[in-house]
Structure formats: C-alpha cells, structure tokens
C-alpha cells in the first residue's frame, strides 16, 4: 500500500515503460449526469484530463499516446451534442498548440476525417504541420475512428492492389496489413486504458490490441488525472509479458 502523500509516480520503473499507451475515454456524461449538469460538462471537464494525462505521459518519457476521441459510433448521438462537442475540439487545439510544441509534442490523428467539419479539419491540419517536426511524445487523436472502419478500408486498398498486379495475395502477411492500416508508423499498444468500469473495447484498435495488456479503471474520465495514470502504468509493470511463450 502507498502512503498518502507517496505518488505511483514514485514507484514507475522508467526503465520499463510501455512505448505506447492507448486510453478509451469513457464517461463523461455519466459523470455530468450524476452531478446534475448537462452532458456538455461532463466534456468540457474531460478536456482537463486530457491535458493532464498528456502531461504525465510526457514526463514519464512515453513515446506515443493514442485517444480515444470520437468514434463512427458517435455521430449517432444527438446533433446538439455533436455540435458541441465538434466546438469543444475547436477550441482546445486553438488553446493547446502552441502547449503542445512547447513540450515538444506532436499530433497526428486517425479515423475518417473526410467526416469531419471543415474547421475541424483546418484547425487539426494546422496542429500537426506545427507540431509536425517536434520528437517528444507523439498524440495520437482517434477521430470519427472505429476499427472495423479502419479494417474495411484496408482490405479494400489491398484487394486493389492484388487486381493491379502491385501486390500478390501469397505475399499478404501480418506487416502487409499492419502497413496499410492508419496506425502504420505507430508501435501496436503495450497498455490499453479504459474508465469509467466499462469492460470493452468498443470497437477500437481490434488489430493493434492482439497482445496489448489491459487496464480498467472504476473512475469516469473527468476524473482520470495524472495519479491515476501513474496507477495505470505502476500496474502494467506488475505483470509478465509472455506474447503466449512460456
């Protein structure tokens, strides 16, 4: 047991840390609703997570961090929700840029951006080409993203590939369809993150998960701070990482 005033922080073993850190951001809205404001709150609220999370993630010396942001799924939600929450993104990559390539962050996004509005869009563009040539932590945004998206849209590019003639289907392998995927330049998760007490993956990284190792944490988003990410990594470095080897 940890004393009260003793951080996990203390207890990470920086020389095994997990390269690349994906958290599914759950419970926003659960978290405004049990304090009685409007959905709305609970993501707004969840935005300081994210700048804390990202923070710890940067002092740590984590390479890559992935977001769950905003799924296929969430387009379904209703308009008013999605519009706010589209004007929440705005704002906080106006406010976080110029943060961002101070730490020496880089952004990138995955997922569907020809979804996306066209400010969304600009204001994400923007970040990356500033951001584009720092060598810290890598942020990775996950937006209007969903893995079986993301699955049919290789198999397609591929599938053309086999029709041109560019690619034979004996020479399809696990690096083939790694490569053609939107995470291709990024290392597979060592460590999934999920709050909120939900035990799912929701459609998320269903290829780059195959061996990563799990983490549930009982406390909604606006409520996963830097100390619970430190939690997070502390247990992921309590377990034996076998890849189904003795």
Known sequence: ??????????????????AHIAIIMDGNGRWAKER????????????????????????????????????????????AEVDALMVILVDSIEK????????????????????????????????????????????VLALSYSARWEIVNMAKVVAQKVQNGELSVDAIDEKIISDHLTTKDIPDPDLLIRTSGELRISNFLLWQLAYSEFYFAEVCWPDFRSEEFYKAVFEYQQ?????GKL
């Open 1 to 18: 047991m940890l004393n009260q005033v003793e951080s996990y922080k203390e207890k990470i073993n920086l020389e095994q840390l997990p």
């Open 36 to 79: 009685g404001f409007e959905r709305v709150v609970g993501h707004q609220n969840g935005v300081i997570s994210v700048r804390e999370v990202t923070e710890a993630a940067t002092r740590l010396g984590i390479k890559y961090l992935t977001l769950y942001t905003f799924s296929t799924e969430n387009w379904g939600r209703p308009q």
């Open 96 to 139: 976080e840029t110029p943060t961002l390539h101070r730490n020496n962050i880089r952004l990138q996004v995955i997922g569907d951006m020809g979804r996306m509005p066209q400010k969304v869009r600009e204001k994400l563009q923007g970040c990356i080409d500033h951001t584009s040539k720092n060598t810290g932590l890598t942020l």
């Open 239 to 243: 377990r034996n990482r076998r890849y």
